[in-house]
């Protein structure tokens, strides 16, 4: 046992000596594996690459929903909808010149003039942030989803497309993307839609009117409808 410790010591200092020694294969070593996993981080950041196109959007930025920042410098019109164009802000991005623009689409909503007019008035200027869903190599716009940063509080968050919906300045469409997740949010964005065409907001004005029994909540309504009836014709409340 004495004799297996004693090697031990031995080859411990033979090892030490040699590091002492000889020192750039270590440095190599380690400069090697800095370089690689700074390679990895660019690829997986991508600190300076600023988006002006869909396709310089990576795969994984929409696999992963990345999330990214930018100004909203114009709106333009287009069929069916409107696209945002983004000025693009990656992390580095002062190291980048600014006037590329990435074009926006809203997915899954078809935007007024109206609401046009609305992202003119409202929106251009103001920093967004954006998850891309989309990035299809013959589509000239990237769809993303879109939030407002309000400028009295940067806190606060504004989603575009559910601004849109609630004034009645959009409406949903069946969209391209067939991601669970934005299926999702599309299914959540229909409440919104169906109280602005309840109120005839916007592009439902036109809409006839609705009787004022159909205003009514259903569970309202409901107690409504028991109230009116006899005391007599009335069921238990427990069985109600």
């Known amino acids: 046992m004495d004799a297996l410790k004693q090697e031990i010591e031995y080859m411990y200092d033979d090892f030490c000596d040699y590091m002492r020694r000889d020192t750039r ?21 991508r600190p300076i690459s600023k988006f002006s196109k869909a396709s310089d959007i990576p795969k994984h930025f929409i696999r992963d929903k990345v999330k990214q920042y930018g100004v909203l410098k114009s709106v333009e019109p287009n069929p069916g909808s409107s ?10 991005h002062f190291l980048i010149p600014s006037w590329k623009l990435l ?3 809203l997915p899954g909503i078809s935007i007024t003039a109206n ?9 251009v200027g103001k920093k967004v942030e954006f998850i891309p869903v989309s990035n299809k190599s013959n589509d000239k716009s990237a769809e993303c989803f879109v939030q407002i940063v309000c400028p009295e509080n940067k806190m606060a968050l ?7 919906l609630k004034l009645g300045f959009a409406k949903i469409e069946k969209g391209s993307v067939k991601d669970v997740e934005f299926q999702k ?15 005839r907001l916007g592009l439902w004005t036109s809409l006839p009117s ?4 159909l205003k009514v909540p259903k569970d309202k309504l409901k107690s409504l409808i028991v109230s009116l009836l006899p005391s007599n014709r009335r069921l238990p409340e427990l069985v109600r």
């Open 115 to 123: 609401g046009y007019s609305w992202l003119q008035t409202v929106a």
């Open 185 to 199: 949010y599309l299914k959540s964005l229909q409440k919104y839609e169906e109280k602005a065409r309840t109120e």
């Open 210 to 213: 609705q009787p004022w029994i």
């Open 103 to 105: 074009p926006v689409k």
């Open 83 to 92: 696209l945002l164009m983004v000025n693009h802000r990656p992390p580095l």
């Open 158 to 164: 504004v989603d575009v497309s559910e601004a849109l």
């Open 25 to 45: 294969g270590v440095e190599i070593a380690i400069y090697g594996t800095s370089s690689l996993l700074l390679a990895v981080a660019y690829h997986k950041i």
